[in-house]
């Protein structure tokens, strides 16, 4: 009697026992770490600086000297007209390219590329090396040349800067109001021609052996609500700057870094702390800024650990790093290499 | 005379600098541990452990830079911050890699990510002294972490069972760059910890709670792996499989984890003790990721 219960109460544990074994297992199944939650935008392996890897699936010739290159991988993430990726080349050489096909074609990215043959080598490694088959690696896109909303976009381009244009005439479709002047050393040269026609006069076409150098002097006339997009050689950008009425934005792409143009002193202010310190030329913002607040978090000094990461209340920051997002740099800047474009910041430090 | 003081050892110390490393993963198996899937999964487990925990640590040393009143071990932080933020990064880029070889680990770096942001992170505390206090539980956590993380270190340095099994030598370089740069940098946590409190209540507290997390962590990461790759079929993780692996030298050894734990316990105890300085520097000299030389 007692033994016939005591086996029933044994049944009864053992069972709610394996229940719950079962019960715990589905839920980790579910949820590794149960019964933790998951953070709604994981982190952890999504870095916007992580390396992509995709396979060249086309490459035909758009140009004299211009290889386009067609590259697919399920890997490859969303992007907008006007962003580029760093490619990472076999070499170790890692180059900028704007992406200029289609963002609605997921899964693939185009760039086109111009031959430099006193390049730093970047373009004749993608000549000679990437062929179709080849394996690459990249960073997902970057836009530091947006699409902004505007009632008239002008475009001038220069030869391979045509690249970023090409995915935001698309995206403004055939209504918008827009007009391209696209100059180049000579039709041969210039990619993306038989594209380009079919948008009839809106596109100006200037190759300097038939017409030299792009007359600018349209420019001065752009109304208020304009927006000008400028892509290619340095002096056409300044060119183009030049030629643009005050209170009309201007917007820029370069393929090269500017030249790392020695630091101008510029003053820096703390809003939180209260002072304002004078960023001498020869210095870092880091050290002006220790030497009036020394528990300033930094490590690297090289603009690659994020360390002295801060945010910037005005100002435009130039830049420096190898490690900030876009979205990173829209609000915050490195210490350790970056400084002001003008010369004034204020920081909230 | 009294042994119950911490008694760092001068010569173990260094200067501490962040190294800009870079690993190729394009070759690197899944088992990169050839035939040996358990102890290639618990190992990886760092990969899903570290790159949220050490921007933590970062985050939490941020806030620890005014605390210091000791130049020589402000150096040392601001050092320990850069590499510890270069650690994160370098782990982090595994984790694609696992991904594209059918195994990925979202699922569960996502909760570590919640534990370290949310559960760990800095919560809305009014400034003062729940502020401070749990500033300082955080500090000695971190403390306790790095007693593992330097032991670890240590012990991957001469691990020298991986190379004879053929392991992947990037796997390899980049565990070894991390773990000599642990044995680089194991003083300084618990000396920042000592230098802003010290208490050997907190000590021991915090190593109740950091070993705890760190046995679950590793435990439902390893079984998170074998039971996911798609190379397994039913595959599963054991104490038994980790004992063994120990014993053959491709994981620490379980006696050897359970004599780490009065150590750290001791009131005697300072990093400085264990593991060679000069052993690490000699690895992190060599080490091709951390030389430029890993494409």
């Known amino acids: 009697m007692a033994a016939g219960s005591r086996a029933a109460g044994f049944a009864a544990a053992a069972g709610a026992a394996w229940l719950a074994k079962r019960a715990l297992r589905t839920r980790i199944r579910r949820s590794p770490l149960w019964p933790l939650p998951a953070l709604e935008t994981p ?55 704007s992406l200029c096909g289609d963002p609605a074609e997921t899964g693939t990215y185009e760039i086109a590329v111009r031959r430099a043959e006193d390049g730093r080598g970047g373009s004749r490694e993608v000549h000679d090396r990437l062929a179709e088959g080849a394996e690459v690696q990249l960073r997902p896109p970057r836009n530091r040349f947006p699409l902004e909303p505007a009632t008239r976009h002008v475009f001038v381009v220069g ?45 100006t076409v200037v190759p300097e052996d038939e017409a030299g150098r792009p007359d600018l002097s349209f420019l001065s006339s752009a109304g208020p609500g304009t927006a000008v997009y400028c892509c290619g050689p340095e002096p056409l950008m300044a060119a183009v700057e030049e030629a643009a009425p005050a209170g009309v934005p201007v917007h820029l792409e370069r393929f090269t870094a500017a030249a790392p143009a020695a630091g101008r002193p510029f003053t820096l202010e703390l809003r939180r702390s209260g002072t304002t310190v004078t960023v001498a030329a020869g210095e870092s913002a880091l050290t002006a800024v220790r030497r009036a ?36 740099r829209t609000t915050t800047m490195l210490l350790c290499v970056s400084r002001a474009e003008g010369d004034h910041l204020v920081l909230d430090v | 005379m009294s042994n119950t003081q911490p008694a760092p050892v001068a010569s173990e ?18 088992h990169w541990l050839p035939g040996h ?34 130049d020589r071990l402000r150096e040392d932080v601001i050092g320990f911050i850069g590499q510890e933020a270069m650690h994160a990064a370098a782990h982090d880029d595994v984790l694609p890699h696992l991904r594209r070889q059918g ?45 593992y993380t330097a032991f ?63 046995v679950f962590l590793w435990q439902r990461g390893a079984r998170f792996f074998m039971e996911n790759d798609p190379t397994l079929t039913a595959g599963r993780a054991s104490f038994g499989q980790f004992y063994r692996a120990g014993r053959e030298g491709v994981l620490p050894s379980t006696p050897d984890m359970l004599r780490s734990i009065p150590r750290y316990l001791s009131r005697a105890y300072h990093p400085s003790q264990e593991g060679s300085t000069s052993q690490a520097a000699a690895y992190l000299a060599a080490s091709p990721g951390a030389n430029g030389r890993a494409r």
């Not at chain 1, 528990?295 to 005005?314: A, E, I, K, N």
């Not at chain 2, 899903?48 to 939490?60: I, K, S």
């Open chain 1, 43 to 97: 982190v952890s392996g999504h870095s916007p600086r992580r390396t992509l890897r995709a396979t060249v699936v086309a490459r035909t010739e758009a140009a004299d000297g211009v290889v386009h290159l067609r590259l697919a991988s399920p890997e490859l993430p969303a992007w907008t007209p006007g962003a580029h990726v760093d490619l990472l080349l076999p070499s170790g050489l890692v180059r900028q390219y």
């Open chain 1, 159 to 203: 030869g391979i800067g045509i690249t970023p244009v090409l995915p935001m005439l698309r995206a403004l479709g055939p209504e918008a109001d827009w007009t391209l002047l696209y100059g180049g050393r000579s039709r041969a040269s210039m990619p993306f021609l038989p594209e380009l026609a079919r948008h009839g006069d809106r596109v």
């Open chain 1, 293 to 328: 607040l020394p528990d300033t978090p930094y490590s690297c000094t090289q603009g690659f650990c994020g360390t002295c990461q801060h945010r910037v209340l005005t100002g435009p920051v130039d830049h420096r790093d190898t490690l900030l997002t876009d979205e990173e």
């Open chain 2, 13 to 30: 110390r260094i200067e501490l600098k962040a190294r800009n490393v870079a690993f190729e993963w394009t070759d690197t198996p899944l």
């Open chain 2, 37 to 70: 899937p358990f102890a290639t999964h618990t190992i990886n487990v760092l990969h899903l452990l570290l790159p949220a925990g050490e921007r933590w640590f970062v985050h939490v040393y941020k806030q620890a830079l005014p605390l210091i009143t000791d």
């Open chain 2, 103 to 147: 195994l990925d680990p979202t699922p569960y770096t996502a909760q570590v990510d919640w534990m370290f942001e949310k559960l760990l992170g800095d919560r809305t505390l009014p400034p003062g002294r729940a502020r401070r206090w749990w500033l300082l539980e955080r500090i000695a956590m971190i403390a306790a972490i790095e007693h």
């Open chain 2, 152 to 214: 670890l270190g240590n012990w991957v340095l001469n691990a020298d069972e991986l190379d004879r099994r053929g392991a992947d030598p990037v796997m390899l370089d980049l565990l070894r760059w991390h773990g000599a740069e642990e044995v680089e940098h194991r003083s300084v946590a618990f000396e920042l910890f000592m230098h802003v409190d010290g208490s050997y209540r907190r000590r021991v507290r915090t190593w109740a709670s950091a070993f705890t997390a760190l």
